[in-house]
């Protein structure tokens, strides 16, 4: 087959922890009011632009789950193969899962939070068993399948490099093959897991990623040739005020 090949990327709507200005991480959130509403919205704009999709691919959490079977019902495929990895998690924030960011940026200072959650390979603190969060995590029934099917080790803690290291050989080894074959591909997930591939896909130096943030609830295309070169980066639906906000509000460290 040839010509060029489409893939969708979304980031799932708030969830009720990003609505709170809390680092969430593999913690199982939901999504709250607003989060529904901006799957909807995401929805809405794939419909209007007549995508449709053979396979779609996401993580283990609750919060993409429920945006892309919003997206899948609102676009008149509530059937469609969904393939559900736990390399396509958050990061995991280890012990700063659960904290307020605006709270630790008066502890540490704004830089040092900004440091955490943007920096390409600067990780956040160990989450140990004392961790308030760790049995919710540790126990939740997917995490519990996979470490009986998988022998790799899940991390207890990431910084976007070593969520880059299980990111991209799924995009590689999984998701690639799909799309050489003429699949359509939606991919709904998470913003590190997005920026890895964005990165990845884009060249992004490590300094550069840095300032790169990915909206919850807008839609992104990626278009690629027979070989899987970037022909068209990262072209995001919608109204382009709506995006700014959206990025904006992604980028910063919020209130209490």
């Not at 059937?79 to 307020?100: D, F, I, M, Q």
Request: net charge negative; glycine share 6%; aromatic share 10%.
């Amino acid at each position: 087959m040839t010509g060029r090949r489409i893939v969708v990327m979304a980031r799932h709507g708030e969830s009720e922890w990003s609505k709170n200005n809390v680092f969430c991480g593999w913690y199982d959130s939901l999504l709250s009011d607003r989060g529904m509403n901006e799957a909807l919205e995401c929805a809405e704009l794939l419909k209007q632009s007549n995508y449709t999709f053979d396979k779609a691919y996401t993580s283990l959490l609750t919060r993409a789950h429920q945006t892309l079977k919003i997206i899948t019902e609102h676009i008149g495929q509530p059937n469609l193969p969904v393939e559900e990895s736990w390399r396509l998690n958050e990061r995991h924030y280890g012990a700063l899962t659960g904290c307020n960011k605006a709270e630790l940026a008066e502890e540490y200072g704004e830089s040092q939070v900004q440091i955490w959650r943007r920096s390409f390979d600067v990780l956040p603190p160990v989450m140990d068993k004392s961790h308030a969060y760790y049995m919710s995590i540790w126990c939740h029934p997917k995490i519990v399948a996979h470490s009986y099917t998988s022998s790799e080790k899940f991390p207890s803690t990431e910084s976007l490099k070593e969520t880059m290291e299980r990111v991209i050989p799924y995009w590689d080894n999984f998701i690639v093959p799909h799309i050489k074959r003429g699949q359509r591909v939606l991919i709904v997930a998470h913003g590190t897991v997005l920026r890895s591939l964005i990165k990845y896909l884009d060249g992004v130096s490590d300094n550069d990623i840095c300032s790169i943030n990915i909206p919850s609830g807008i839609p992104f295309v990626y278009e690629f040739d027979d070989d899987m070169n970037v022909v068209s980066s990262k072209k995001f639906l919608g109204d382009k005020k709506r995006i700014e906000e959206g990025i904006a509000r992604a980028a910063s460290i919020g209130s209490h």
